[in-house]
């Protein structure tokens, strides 16, 4: 079964506007990683957040962990029409090696 | 190169033909994964390398699938007898080392195949 499972599965907001995506996995995890991913082709690593870390920021990425709720939030500021993506959430569990990916979060940012 | 590279990007083939994709992995990395995308499974695992052994073939979902690495540097998926339902999306990553806390996975932009 997936490991991770993003919610919403499609989220539309105007440009300027902040954009957030949630992910929830079922077991423990050594590091959870973000891809973006355009026109359904190579996925473009985004931020990997470690189990014992709390938040991270990139840019305009904030991504928040929560191993207790097993739990992980993506936060995109002031969003722009580029940012339009599939986002996915990827577990990195026991093996360490394999990700497990959610179905992904469709992104539209309407200029 | 700066990234991971993969060929063809595009591949339409007759069932029951076999077909072989290819994968350039960053160079230097140690680690090599052969992913699967399609419509109704999401993104699948198939295999990791560990320089040219695979630990793990947990994910190839028959074994008309095959793949190897060689020199600790590019891989071939082969897929034989090709059916209708292996049209998907094949992915490749390479990450520094396979394990520990900053294995991030580099993506390659993927071979399309088609089975007619």
């Known amino acids: 079964s997936q490991q991770g499972e993003e919610d919403p599965q499609a989220l539309s907001i105007q440009e300027g506007e902040n954009a957030t995506m949630n992910c929830s996995y079922k077991t423990s995890i050594n590091n959870l990683q973000w891809y973006r991913q355009n026109s359904g082709r190579g996925l473009v690593h985004l931020i990997l957040?470690?189990?014992?870390?709390r938040e991270k920021h990139s840019g305009r990425l904030r991504v928040t962990l929560d191993t207790s709720k097993k739990s992980s939030s993506l936060l995109i500021t002031a969003s722009r029409a580029a940012d339009t993506a599939s986002y996915f959430c990827?577990?990195?569990?026991?093996?360490?090696?394999?990700?497990?990916f959610g179905k992904g979060t469709l992104l539209t940012v309407n200029p | 190169g700066a990234g991971v590279s993969q060929s063809p990007s595009n591949k339409v083939t007759e069932k029951g033909k076999d077909v072989e994709l290819r994968c350039d992995p960053i160079?230097?990395?140690?680690?090599l994964y052969w992913y699967r995308q399609s419509l109704g499974q999401g993104l699948e695992f198939l295999i990791y390398?560990?320089?040219?052994?695979?630990?793990?073939k947990s994910g190839l979902p028959s074994d008309r699938f095959s793949a190897e690495r060689t020199g600790g540097s590019v891989s071939t998926l082969t897929i034989q007898r090709t059916q209708q339902e292996d049209s998907a999306v094949y992915l490749c990553?390479?990450?520094?080392?396979?394990?520990?806390?900053?294995?991030?996975?580099?993506f390659g932009p993927g071979t399309r195949l088609t089975v007619l």
């Open positions: 957040i470690r189990s014992n870390e």
């Open positions: 990827a577990a990195s569990g026991g093996s360490n090696y394999k990700l497990t």
């Open positions: 160079s230097g990395h140690t680690a």
């Open positions: 990553a390479s990450s520094l080392y396979g394990t520990g806390h900053y294995n991030e996975q580099f």
């Open positions: 390398f560990q320089g040219n052994s695979a630990p793990d």
